[in-house]
Nanobody, 121 residues
Framework: QVQLVESGGGLVQAGGSLRLSCAAS????????MGWFRQAPGKEREFVAV????????YYADSVKGRFTISRDNVKNTVYLQMNSLKPEDTAVFYC??????????????WGQGTQVTVSS
């Protein structure tokens, strides 16, 4: 079992930055790839970024490439999402998730409760 708690969301103006954190508890955090997803009002949840268990590889949705950076600290059992150059269309509830599998084919079994990010124009 892995429990995930996100934090760091809030209200920011367009062009600003936020850093989301996801603290994990439970066993074997370092086994899991960690992903960030988001869900905007009236839309389906979408993939944002993922970092492999070692932190050695990262992958991003095209919509956030060059603006967002995912990282993890396996000593602190925490994964981060640094978000720069935020746009109003980034407004969503952001979720972190823990998954197993291979690159591009992770199965995410554990999810956090989400943190709201609102970007004003």
């Amino acid at each position: 079992q892995v429990q995930l708690v996100e934090s760091g969301g809030g209200l920011v103006q367009a062009g600003g930055s936020l850093r989301l954190s996801c603290a994990a508890s439970g066993r074997r955090f370092s086994r899991y790839a960690m992903g960030w997803f988001r869900q905007a009002p009236g839309k389906e949840r979408e993939f944002v970024a993922v970092v492999t268990w070692s932190g050695g590889s990262t992958y991003y949705a095209d919509s956030v490439k060059g603006r967002f950076t995912i990282s993890r600290d396996n000593v602190k059992n925490t994964v981060y999402l640094q978000m720069n150059s935020l746009k109003p269309e980034d407004t969503a509830v952001f979720y972190c998730a823990a998954g197993l599998g291979s690159s591009g084919n992770y199965k995410y079994d554990y999810w956090g409760q989400g943190t709201q990010v609102t970007v004003s124009s």
